[in-house]
């Protein structure tokens, strides 16, 4: 199946611990997204990278950081830096062809961090 | 029943009613508008979406309406099921940036009643 794969499903850091989400799809995108979702609010922008071996910082990317260096895999750590981790993280990615592409999101199910 | 803003409203409905969630988006210069359907614990999933050269758009049981003067979009569901009590969010694709990046909406939380 095609699709877009985020793990674990849960995590847990521990102070001064950097840990890192996985997110691996298969749909052949260019683009690739994480947000970040906090209880009753909508998605911010992290990192998000629109080819390989290149990404942008979003508008939180702050205590963050990715790496691309596969179509497939935009994995995100989040560093010690990074105060207050708790918060729900969702991986996308569109087909993004140019910077001009009108495309929709795929979305994977998402990892909660929670901190120890 | 309507809700408006960007605050995380909540509107609650009868099963079988029809629900109007809204949206007032930022950019005037979005040409692209995309409604996403959260449900507990999973990542959004694409319900909707409209270009700027339209304002009205169907699917099944859903219609997406575009007021660019206000920039305003109302997603419109019609005899409401359980199944669709999720958080809705509105998205545009253009930042405050001027980039191509989706923005989104903090999202109305829709609950159905049996």
């Known amino acids: 199946d095609g699709g877009i794969t985020q793990s674990p499903k849960y995590l847990f850091r521990k102070e001064g611990q950097n840990v890192t989400l996985s997110c691996e799809q298969n749909?052949?995108?260019?683009?690739m997204y994480w947000y970040r979702q906090d209880p009753g609010q909508g998605l911010r922008l992290i990192y998000y990278?629109?080819?390989?071996?290149?990404?942008q910082k979003g508008d939180i990317a702050e205590g963050y950081s990715v790496s691309r260096e596969k179509k497939e895999s935009f994995p995100l750590t989040v560093t010690s830096a990074q105060k207050n981790p708790t918060a729900f993280y969702l991986c996308?990615?569109?087909?993004?062809?140019?910077?001009?592409?009108?495309?929709?999101?795929?979305f994977g199910s998402g990892t909660q961090l929670s901190v120890l | 029943g309507e809700s408006v803003g960007l605050h995380l409203p909540t509107l609650s409905v009868q099963e079988g009613d029809n629900s109007i969630i809204n949206c007032a988006y930022s950019?005037?210069?979005?040409?692209?508008f995309i409604w996403y359907k959260q449900e507990s614990g999973k990542g959004p999933q694409f319900i909707i979406d409209?270009?700027?050269?339209?304002d009205k758009r169907q699917g099944q049981r859903v219609t997406v309406l575009l007021n660019k003067t206000v920039k305003h979009l109302s997603l419109q569901i019609a005899a409401t099921q359980p199944g669709d009590s999720a958080v809705y969010f509105c998205?545009?694709?253009?930042?405050?940036?001027?980039?191509?990046?989706?923005?989104f909406g903090r999202g109305t939380s829709l609950i159905v009643h049996p």
């Open positions: 996308a990615s569109s087909s993004g062809d140019s910077l001009l592409t009108n495309e929709k999101l795929f």
């Open positions: 409209i270009r700027s050269n339209m």
């Open positions: 998205a545009e694709n253009i930042g405050p940036g001027g980039s191509y990046i989706p923005t």
């Open positions: 749909l052949n995108h260019d683009a």
């Open positions: 950019n005037s210069a979005s040409d692209y």
């Open positions: 990278s629109q080819i390989v071996n290149d990404f």
